[in-house]
């Protein structure tokens, strides 16, 4: 045997499973295989095949081999390395990643044949106690005869990460509307300020890619007309996501992720999505940081921020169909800010904004409608608990406030 610690190597036992089907479920073997694998983009030049060959042999001298030593005969009646190859293929295009409470590989032949947008018409719920079985529902109104689409990238991503990711593992490229968009819906999601270059120092415009869906495009600035080639941006991009990874793996503090957020706002647009990631996590510190004061001044800030976020994630998400606990999360938060800002100006003077108190009741009444589809979910449930425990909460300190008749 090799001394390879294979204790955890779950990328090795999802293909024994996925053999395992030719003797447990035949049928589901047979629908597994029909399913595209592009193998033809995958041949014997590329790292994806060198790193399946290693996950081969793996396989081979730690579990097939000495399974068939065991039993004396071939467990399996056709486990070859090409298609070893064609079911990591299978995998890697059509499957779908758990990442909340568990991480895991599941796979919905019917699902996988949606058609990809980054701005997908349908939401998918998977019930983690029923067999992680998958639901869709509209997000947006779809026509009769309208296409039915899904996303496959990560749409908390700008247009050049989403398009790499999908060219990478779905083997294709995106021309949807937004990736069209320079601006992604005037969010300017990816949008850069301006770099300069070697004869001319950064104007304070804004960088965007002129024709976005182009390979190796040309970002112009709004105002100076620089141009910079597209591998350069983002180059420099990942760079800078790098670091914001690096930060936000060890659980930051508000003082640091406000001194990553003051350096990314020297190259990167306000609403740029490395941006919206530190903002993210900093709306839920604010106000939640034991030792730092909740001031009108802070909770502002707070409110501005979650502001800000919600209209950005109402625009590259309008159905609620992949960000609705982040959705979530920030109208919670907003709660949050606004209803301490209402004590606190009710403490101070004896009295209250029937229009704020009228507002908290709609951000709790929206936050419902946005999470109500994710009650099979472990994060949604729990988001969706406390947003019902703090609307008793208000409505509690209404009641006793003699409030109740305000709104």
Not at 340 to 357: F, H, P, R
């Amino acid at each position: 045997m090799m001394s390879v610690n294979i204790s955890f190597r779950f990328d090795i036992l999802i293909i024994l499973r996925a053999l395992n089907l030719q003797n447990s479920n035949p049928k589901y073997w047979e629908a597994m295989l029909a399913l595209e694998d592009h193998l033809e983009l995958r041949g014997p030049d590329t790292d994806v095949y060198k790193a399946i060959e290693e996950k081969i042999k793996i396989l081979e001298e730690n579990y097939l081999n000495p399974l068939n030593k065991k039993v004396g005969e071939p467990v399996l009646k056709n486990c070859s390395p090409d298609l070893i190859h064609k079911i990591y293929g299978i995998l890697d295009v059509n499957a779908t990643e758990l990442t909340e409470e568990i991480e895991a590989m599941v796979l919905y032949p019917t699902a996988s044949l949606f058609e990809h947008n980054c701005v997908p018409n349908t939401m998918q719920t998977i019930d983690e106690k029923e067999n992680f079985r998958i639901t869709f529902r509209a997000a947006l109104p779809i026509k009769k005869g309208g296409h039915i689409t899904s996303t496959y990238t990560n749409i908390l991503w700008g247009t050049s990460a989403r398009r790499d990711h999908l060219k990478q593992t779905k083997y294709f490229t995106c021309k949807c509307k937004r990736c069209k968009d320079p601006t992604e819906f005037g969010t300017y999601f990816s949008a850069l300020r301006c770099l300069g270059n070697e004869e001319n120092s950064p104007c304070g415009g804004t960088q965007l890619p002129k024709n976005p869906t182009e390979e190796d495009c040309i970002w112009v600035c709004d105002r100076c007309k620089i141009q910079l080639p597209d591998k350069e941006m983002m180059n420099f991009v990942n760079h800078l996501s790098t670091e914001v990874d690096r930060v936000m793996s060890r659980r930051p503090k508000i003082a640091e992720l406000e001194d990553v957020l003051s350096k990314l706002l020297n190259f990167l647009h306000e609403n740029h999505y490395l941006n919206y990631i530190v903002k993210h996590s900093l709306v839920q510190l604010y106000g939640n940081e034991g030792n730092r004061e909740i001031t009108a001044g802070l909770l502002t800030t707070k409110l501005k921020m979650c502001q800000d976020l919600i209209d950005i994630t109402k625009k590259i998400d309008p159905g609620n169909a992949r960000l609705s606990l982040y959705m979530g999360v920030l109208l919670n938060e907003k709660f949050i800010g606004t209803f301490k800002m209402i004590t606190m100006m009710y403490e101070k003077e004896k009295k209250v904004d029937a229009g704020k108190l009228q507002e908290v009741l709609n951000i709790l009444e929206e936050n419902k409608n946005v999470l109500k589809y994710e009650i099979n979910t472990t994060s949604g449930t729990r988001l969706l608990n406390v947003v019902c425990k703090n609307e008793m909460q208000f409505k509690s300190w209404m009641e006793s406030n003699d409030l109740k008749a305000y709104v």
